[in-house]
């Protein structure tokens, strides 16, 4: 299959603000589509790819080029409705790191330097894809997201990084929780959305 154009709803160079690459540039690609469907969504607008430009994935190298960033952020929307072989070649050809932001719930394709995975209960990530985690991202709502997340916690590969990442909206009410759990159980460490602190993308 050949995808020389992606429907991208926004692109922009910011800084990683969750996560292992917490507080490295990266411009961030943020693909239309997704079929997941989270009630707490903030990015519905990207659910509907026809609503976005299909935009050739030369130009998006581009727009990387452009900001000479050395990272790439792809995420969604669910990114892997898409198949992401060309994009991603074509990045790493130009010595850019290839990372994905991904609920894990379409078959994987791409070619990436790290791959994070943030499960979603309204559409359960594929083996295939958990299994490749290099990052397995809890966003944690409530007490009984715990037990979901060991859930998953239990597929990963052994040099998964573990976090727990406090909703964002939720964060006053979980984040004694998490601490608390991850005192207990130091496999795991905390993510938090720094760059909503940072007040920045
Ligand atoms: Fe929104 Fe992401 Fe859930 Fe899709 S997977 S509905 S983009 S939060």
Not at 78 to 87: C, K, S, V, Y
Not at 134 to 141: A, D, G, Q
Not at 169 to 182: H, M, N, S
Request: hydrophobic letters at 40%; proline letters at 5%.
């Amino acid at each position: 299959m050949s995808t020389s154009t992606l429907p991208l709803m926004e692109h922009f160079y910011t800084i990683q603000g969750e996560g292992f690459h917490t507080g490295r540039a990266a411009y961030f690609v943020r693909l239309a589509g997704c079929d997941v469907g989270c009630v707490w969504c903030d990015v519905k607008e990207s659910w509907d790819a026809n609503a976005h430009p299909q935009i050739n994935i030369n130009n998006i190298l581009e727009y990387v080029k452009d900001a000479k960033a050395e990272m790439a952020v792809i995420t969604g929307g669910e990114p892997l409705l898409h198949h992401l072989d060309e994009l991603t070649s074509l990045l790493q050809q130009n010595n850019i790191e290839t990372n994905i932001e991904t609920s894990g719930s379409s078959p994987l394709s791409g070619n990436w330097n790290w791959i994070c995975v943030s499960p979603k209960k309204f559409k359960e990530p594929l083996l295939e894809v958990i299994e490749k985690a290099n990052e397995l991202k809890i966003v944690v709502f409530n007490k009984s997201d715990f037990e979901w997340a060991e859930k998953y916690a239990a597929l990963v590969n052994e040099n998964c990084i573990l976090y727990l990442q406090p909703e964002w909206d939720k964060a006053e009410q979980v984040l004694p929780l998490i601490i608390d759990y991850v005192k207990q159980n130091p496999q795991w460490k905390i993510s938090l959305q720094t760059h909503k602190y940072l007040q920045i993308p």
